[in-house]
């Protein structure tokens, strides 16, 4: 499989139709379902999306999610849940190979990524026509969710029900 970079005007028009995502769905309210206050919650998180989309079918791109905590002081403590959503379809995405999750407390204003990393699939049936990504933050109920336009994402190629696609742990940002 081919990785590609794109082109400095590609990145470009992406950020310009990325800038206006604001779209948030706060199901559950965003309380903290572990009962001790700590977990981050969508409702109290900023977030930011940068993409290298995969130009072809068959390439590999990337979507990388920004959080910024807007709260008091919040722990994330496992992986982001992250299910691609398309017309009738849905499917969740395992983590990455190797990838392990470890224990972040993020002050006021500090902030962690994650990043999906994704095989763009062709126009065949065998491939899912992504409309959006919804993310969900361990350890506290609410969603977010973003519109997916960077293409297909191409099936297992084993046949199993799933696509090419996983998710990265949180990776703290700044100092």
């Not at 604001?22 to 379902?33: A, I, K, L």
């Not at 130009?55 to 722990?75: F, I, K, Y």
């Not at 090419?164 to 700044?174: D, E, I, L």
């Amino acid at each position: 499989m081919r990785t590609t970079r794109p082109t400095a005007v590609a990145a470009t028009v992406v950020a310009a139709l990325l800038l206006p995502l604001t779209s948030c769905s706060d199901e559950g309210g965003g309380t903290d379902d572990r009962g001790d206050g700590s977990a981050c919650r969508i409702g109290e998180s900023g977030t930011e999306v940068a993409a290298s989309p995969a130009p072809a079918a068959g390439d590999t791109g990337t979507v990388t999610v920004t959080l910024t905590n807007r709260g008091a002081s919040c722990v994330l403590d496992g992986f982001p849940a992250v299910t691609l959503t398309a017309d009738g379809a849905a499917r969740e995405l395992g983590h990455d190979e190797g990838a392990s999750a470890r224990k972040l407390t993020l002050a006021e204003e500090a902030a962690a990524s994650f990043t999906v990393t994704y095989v763009r699939g062709d126009d065949d049936a065998g491939s899912l026509d992504v409309r959006a990504a919804r993310f969900a933050l361990p350890g506290a109920s609410g969603t977010h969710e973003i519109p997916w336009s960077y293409g297909p994402v191409a099936a297992q190629a084993d046949g199993a029900d799933g696509v090419r696609a996983t998710v990265s742990a949180f990776q703290q940002m700044g100092d």
